[in-house]
């Protein structure tokens, strides 16, 4: 047994054998051949070292060629790694003796090595652990025949186990067959635990290696709550998760009761809850767990292919499709957010490689460089605004005045546009900002008389005000959404908005997290969108808490000098109102 700890990003416990997609995406699945085959298995195998053999002494000779010698050395270690006969004694006899294909011998066998490589914490021995990455890849790569795995075909109920997937990859996810996820990579507000949230798979992130450490078929545990992996849990602890599991299930079907009561304080302070969604579908489920509206609809995934292909009747048509999904309640559309840790199709959009990405050329600033592109979208969101006036449009990543009034001037002449040809469009949309720069937070004041509205992005807020990458695991635990800048930060905003007669809300994940919505609550936030499966948990606090007690808790938690004591003290309030999920 073998206990791991990572960053929770999707609660819930579940207890299933994985299922490894390395970062090549190879399933390497614990299969095993019958007595007869065995020898022809061993026989694949030594095919597949032949083939590795002949590719990597033609890779030495390009190299050579292309390079010099400098480079060389490198094929030459993996050529005598490969051709290690005490190696190829393992595999054959994993074949032999367990009777496992050739390609999960290879897997245990390369795994094992890297595991007591690592165990030496070497920086020469942590550099070997990658070329034995390589070479298992490479002769993974021959054994399975460059097969992709699909992950929407599983035939069994698994723990997925991978180094990090696509947010594209995760909208594929079968939700009845993938019940948890445990990634190498990742932070609390990457795009994968945002996407893993709201489909309400228990999810541990950050895990840094596991998918190299643990073999498909393995048991692994997913403590989604707490952050804990467990790769092959003893006898007692396999009996305590699968109790866990069934008790946080119980727990979650009893909070479906709180799906159509009022998001109401005791003492009658209405706080409405919207929920965020990253595709289409999402929008039922959403309004299943209560939600009055959505309060983030992302866009991004209707520009995984080349955005500049993506018509106007395409963008209509979804948005025409989200308006009927939320049944006359408030849907707000974001405008493209392309770019980091979104990149999608913007491969296509000839993106130039940035070395600072998140600073870069994204989202409203790629759209501002390409106006034409943008108005594509406008115009299919005006032409939608039509059907119904609870549609509303924001703006990501606004960081100057300038840059919000440049949005806005597209904005009409994209309605000029449909006026020149008489198309019918809401001539009151109403326009919001989403606060998620520091710099548009200091300046909440200036940008609200030009807005109706604004939404904090507490996701990059955080990034940006703290300098963490929000995705990266190494410095996940400096991601802290009560670090005094941000509440700072947050209340200035609120502020900003109540003295301008500015509706504001909040749609990080933050607002989806109960141990800050008494905090969020107390600071005067009266909207919030989250996940849509966090909602029901949400409303429960906030049907258990007085606004002047929720006021009170969190002038305090504004006073603390760093974040831990604020979190401390937060979690503390929350538990005594929810203790089950803590
Ligand atoms: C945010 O940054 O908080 C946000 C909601 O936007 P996204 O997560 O899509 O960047
Ligand atoms: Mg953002």
């Known amino acids: 047994m073998e206990i791991r700890r990572g960053i929770p990003v999707s609660p819930g416990i579940v207890v299933r054998q994985a299922f490894v997609l390395d970062s090549e995406d190879y399933r ?9 085959e065995i020898e022809g298995e061993i026989e694949r195998f030594r095919q597949a070292v032949k083939a590795a053999e002949a590719e990597l002494i033609g890779l030495k000779k390009e190299v050579l060629h292309k390079t010099g010698t400098e480079v060389v050395p490198i094929f030459e270690a993996h050529l005598r790694m490969l051709l290690d006969g005490h190696m190829h004694e393992e595999v054959t006899g994993q074949i032999r003796d367990n009777g496992f294909t050739a390609e999960f011998a290879v897997s245990r066998v390369f795994r094992k090595y890297s595991k ?4 030496v914490r070497d920086a020469f021995f942590s550099e070997r652990v990658v070329d034995l990455f390589d070479i298992q890849k490479r002769l993974q790569r021959t054994l399975l025949g460059k097969q992709r795995e699909d992950l929407s075909h599983l035939t069994e109920e698994v723990v997925l186990v991978a180094h990090n997937l696509t947010p594209s990859q995760m909208a594929t996810l079968d939700r009845k067959k993938v019940l948890g996820i445990a990634l190498d990579a ?10 893993a949230r ?22 692994v545990a997913i403590d989604g709550n707490r952050g804990i992996v467990v790769v092959e849990p003893d006898e007692s602890a396999l009996d305590g998760y699968r109790n866990a599991e ?14 159509r009561l009022s998001a109401k304080t005791t003492d009658g302070v209405r706080i409405r809850l919207l929920a965020n969604v990253e595709f289409p579908w999402e929008i039922k489920n959403a309004v299943e767990n209560g939600a009055s509206g959505i309060g983030l609809y992302r866009t991004e995934f209707l520009y995984a292919e080349d955005p500049r292909k993506l018509d106007e009747e395409t963008h209509y048509e979804t948005y025409k499709k989200a308006l009927e999904a939320v049944a006359g309640e408030e849907l707000v559309i974001r405008t493209m957010d392309i770019g980091a840790d979104k990149l999608l199709g913007a491969d296509s959009l000839d993106h130039v490689p940035e070395s600072n990405p998140f ?3 994204r989202s409203i600033r790629l759209c501002l460089e390409d106006p034409d592109m943008f108005k594509v979208q406008l115009r299919a ?12 449009l924001m703006f990501p990543m606004i960081s100057s005045l300038e840059e919000l009034r440049q949005a806005k001037l597209v904005l009409a002449d994209a309605r000029e546009e449909l006026d020149k040809k008489g198309i019918p469009y809401n001539r009151n949309l109403k326009v919001g900002v989403m606060i998620e720069t520091p710099s548009a937070a200091l300046i909440a004041d200036l940008l609200a008389p030009e807005v109706d509205f604004f939404s904090i992005g507490t996701n990059d807020l955080i990034q940006y005000a703290l300098a963490v990458d929000r995705g990266n695991e190494r410095v996940a635990s400096l991601y802290k959404a009560t670090h005094p800048a941000v509440l700072r930060l947050i209340n200035t905003v609120v502020r900003a908005g109540q003295k301008a007669g500015v509706d504001v809300a909040m749609c990080g994940e933050m607002s989806g997290d109960i141990a800050f919505t008494i905090l969020l609550v107390g600071l005067g936030l009266k909207n919030l969108s989250t996940a849509p499966t966090a909602i029901p948990e949400i409303k429960q606090v906030i049907r258990s808490i007085d606004t002047k ?9 504004m006073k603390f000098q760093t974040s831990e004591e604020a979190a401390e003290y937060l979690m503390e309030k929350t538990r005594k109102i929810l203790p089950e999920v803590f």
């Not at 969101?381 to 509303?392: E, H, P, Q, T, V």
Request: aromatic letters at 4%; one cysteine or more; charged letters at 25%.
């Open 28 to 36: 390497i699945p614990r299969r095993f051949v019958a007595d007869r």
């Open 116 to 119: 007591s490589m690592k165990a």
């Open 186 to 195: 990742g932070g609390r507000t990457s795009h994968t635990a945002i996407v």
């Open 198 to 219: 709201a489909l309400g798979i228990p999810t541990v992130v950050g895990l840094e290696t596991i998918s190299i450490d643990v073999s498909g078929g393995q048991i």
């Open 246 to 259: 069934s008790k946080y299930r119980d727990f979650s079907r009893s909070l479906i009761k709180y799906r």
């Open 359 to 361: 600073l870069g050329c």
């Open 381 to 392: 969101i005006l032409r939608a605004s039509a059907l119904g006036d609870n549609l509303r």
């Open 549 to 557: 007690d929720a006021k009170r808790i969190a002038r305090r938690a």
